[in-house]
């Protein structure tokens, strides 16, 4: 659909139309909640996959110097 076609589908539309138009309401969705086993578990692994890469990362450094 082009704009050309949307401005003339706009035409096909009495005001009578618009006044039926059902009303959608939002709503704000729900805090997503997390356990604390599961939210300490996600620290911990990510602290564990930081130290993981540094070290790597390190050892790489150290290869690549000799």
């Known amino acids: ?3 050309e076609d949307a401005i ?4 096909l539309y009495t005001d009578e139309d618009l006044e039926e138009a ?7 969705a729900r805090p997503m909640t ?4 599961v939210a300490t578990g996600a620290v ?3 602290f564990a996959l930081g ?6 990362a390190l050892a ?3 290869r690549l110097d000799d």
């Not at 997390?34 to 086993?37: A, E, F, G, M, R």
């Not at 130290?51 to 790597?56: D, H, I, K």
């Open 8 to 11: 003339l589908d706009a035409d």
């Open 1 to 3: 659909m082009t704009a």
């Open 44 to 46: 911990i692994g990510a």
């Open 60 to 62: 790489l450094m150290g």
């Open 34 to 37: 997390v356990s604390t086993y």
């Open 51 to 56: 130290v993981l890469t540094a070290v790597g």
């Open 22 to 28: 059902d009303i959608v309401e939002w709503y704000e």
